[in-house]
C-alpha cells in the first residue's frame, strides 16, 4: 500500500477512534449553572472609566514615547519643587525699589512699588502713592496717542 | 432581521476583539468566545479525560473560571493557549476525583466502547499509548475537523509546528500498529 493510501487509512482509523462530534454550545444552559461566574463577567461593564484608566496608563507605560514624556514630566516637578525650596533668588544691591524722585509713572505702579507703599503706609500709603504717580503724569489732553502715552509711561516725555 | 445581523457582526469579528470586550464586561462577546472554542476544549478535555460527558464539564468549568479570571489576562490573542491551559487542569482535577489517571502520566487502558470493532479497540489503545501532546493534537484535529488555523490559536504555536506534531504523533501510531499486526500501515 502506498504511504498515501495508508495515511488516508490511518485518518479514517482515527476519526472513528476518537469518535467526536463537536457538542454545540448551550449558552443559556451555560449561564444558568454557572450564573455567579457570568455574573461577576458582567459586573466589570460598571466600571468601564477605572478600567480603560488602567489600560490607558499601561498602554502609556509600554511605550517608549510615553517613558521618555513620563521621565521628562518628572524631572521638571522635581526641578520647580527644588527652585521653590531654595530658589528665593538673592535680590542683588541696588535693585530695590528707588526713590520716588527717581521714578517713573510705571515705576511707581509696579507691583514692588505698591506693596512696598502698601507695607510703610498702609491702604493711605497706596493712595498716595497713585496719587504721586498720576502727578508725574501731569494733565493729559483728552485725545493722546498710543505712542505719547507709552513714552509718558516710561516717563521719557 | 436586526437580531441576524448582529450575529454575523458578532461571528466577523477576530477573538481578540472579542476578548478585549469581553474583559470589559460584554456578556455577549464572551457567549461568542464559548461557542468558537467549545469544540476544542471539549477535544482537549476527552484528550484528557475518556469521557465525553465529563470532557463537556471539563470544557464548561475552563469557561466558568476564564469569566472571573479574564482581566488577568495581559494579551489578548493568548487567549486560546491560556483557556486550553485552564481546561487542561480542569480535565485532570475531573479525572483525579474519578480516580482515573489523566492520559499522559501514565499509560492508559483503551476506553471500551459497546460496538467497537477490533480494530477500533487497538486504534484506541494505541491513542492512549500516545504523549499527551500528541495525543492532543491529534484530538483537536480528528475530533471535528478542526482547521490548522483554529488549532493554531488554541495551542498558540504555529501551523508548521502543528503539521509536524501531526506527522509524529502519526508515525507513532503506524509504528505501534505495524507491531499490532497492521502490517499495511507504514507512514
Known amino acids: ?157 | 432581521m436586526a437580531l441576524k445581523g448582529l450575529f454575523s457582526m458578532m461571528e466577523s469579528r477576530p477573538d481578540s476583539v472579542l476578548v478585549e470586550q469581553a474583559a470589559r464586561g460584554d456578556g455577549e462577546s464572551f457567549t461568542e468566545l464559548c461557542r468558537r472554542y467549545y469544540g476544542a476544549m471539549v477535544a482537549i478535555g476527552h484528550a484528557i479525560i475518556r469521557d465525553r460527558h465529563l470532557a463537556e464539564d471539563a470544557a464548561q468549568q475552563a469557561f466558568a473560571k476564564a469569566a472571573v479570571h479574564l482581566p488577568k489576562l495581559r494579551r489578548a490573542d493568548q487567549f486560546g493557549p491560556w483557556l486550553a491551559a485552564i481546561c487542561r487542569n480542569e480535565a485532570k482535577d475531573l479525572a483525579r476525583a474519578r480516580r482515573e489517571p489523566p492520559v499522559g502520566d501514565e499509560p492508559a487502558v483503551a476506553e471500551d466502547l459497546p460496538d467497537s470493532g477490533e480494530s477500533d479497540k487497538i486504534v484506541r489503545e494505541a491513542l492512549s499509548r500516545l504523549p499527551a501532546e500528541a495525543k492532543e493534537v491529534i484530538y483537536l484535529r480528528f475530533y471535528d475537523g478542526l482547521s490548522y488555523d483554529r488549532i493554531s490559536a488554541v495551542l498558540g504555536i504555529s501551523e508548521q509546528a502543528i503539521n509536524g506534531r501531526l506527522r509524529r504523533a502519526k508515525k507513532r501510531l503506524a509504528q505501534y500498529l505495524r507491531r499490532s499486526g497492521f502490517d499495511e500501515v507504514d507512514l
Request: proline share 6%; hydrophobic share 40%; with cysteine.
Open chain 1, 1 to 157: 500500500m502506498s504511504e498515501r493510501k495508508d495515511e488516508k487509512w490511518l485518518d479514517q482509523q482515527l476519526q472513528r477512534a476518537v469518535n467526536g462530534t463537536t457538542p454545540a454550545f448551550d449558552a443559556q444552559a451555560w449561564k444558568q449553572k454557572y450564573a455567579g461566574e457570568f455574573q461577576t463577567l458582567l459586573g466589570r461593564s460598571v466600571q468601564p472609566s477605572r478600567l480603560s484608566a488602567g489600560r490607558t496608563v499601561r498602554r502609556v507605560l509600554r511605550g517608549s514615547i510615553g517613558k521618555f514624556a513620563i521621565a521628562a514630566a518628572l524631572l521638571a516637578t522635581a526641578g520647580v519643587l527644588l527652585v521653590g525650596r531654595f530658589g528665593s533668588t538673592p535680590v542683588p544691591p541696588g535693585s530695590g525699589p528707588q526713590p520716588a524722585a527717581q521714578q517713573s509713572p510705571a515705576q511707581m505702579v509696579s507691583m514692588i512699588s505698591l506693596s512696598a507703599a502698601f507695607r510703610s503706609g498702609g491702604m493711605e500709603g497706596l493712595d498716595k502713592q497713585c496719587d504721586r504717580a498720576l502727578e508725574r503724569l501731569g494733565p493729559r489732553p483728552t485725545n493722546v496717542s498710543m505712542q505719547e502715552l507709552f513714552k509718558d509711561l516710561d516717563g521719557k516725555g
